[in-house]
């Protein structure tokens, strides 16, 4: 399986934005896989469940949680073999660890990125 690495994450104020990217390594035949796979984008609140934020399909087909429909935005780009996570009208209730997961619903995931929404 690929080893996933997030980064992106800091410190921003409510209405501000920020773009965190999962990066994937390994293999030949594991960046294949994760190049079809859907990979999810996860985040984890402190004293809450992880619960899935947005998934993005090798197609391109995405999903998204209602708590962030319209401002958030997943994407990949297979040649970088990167997912990405842009995160708009950021409020206080997105902070969180973010964690990349690929294939989605499966037990690989990033060491995760710290997201901060803060006056």
């Known amino acids: 399986q690929v080893q996933l690495v997030e980064s992106g994450g800091g410190l921003v104020q409510p209405g501000g934005s920020l773009r965190l990217s999962c990066a994937a390594s390994g293999s030949i035949s594991s960046l294949s896989r994760f190049r079809v796979n859907a990979v999810g984008w996860y985040r984890q609140a402190p004293g809450k469940q992880r619960e899935l934020v947005a998934s993005?399909?090798?197609?391109?087909?995405?999903n998204y949680a209602d708590s962030v429909k319209g401002r958030f935005t997943i994407s990949r780009s297979n040649a970088k073999n990167t997912v990405y996570l842009q995160m708009d009208t950021l409020n206080p209730k997105d902070t969180a660890v973010y964690y990349c997961n690929a294939p989605v619903g499966s037990t690989n995931w990033g060491q995760g990125t710290q997201v901060t929404v803060s006056p």
């Open positions: 993005i399909t090798n197609n391109g087909n995405t």
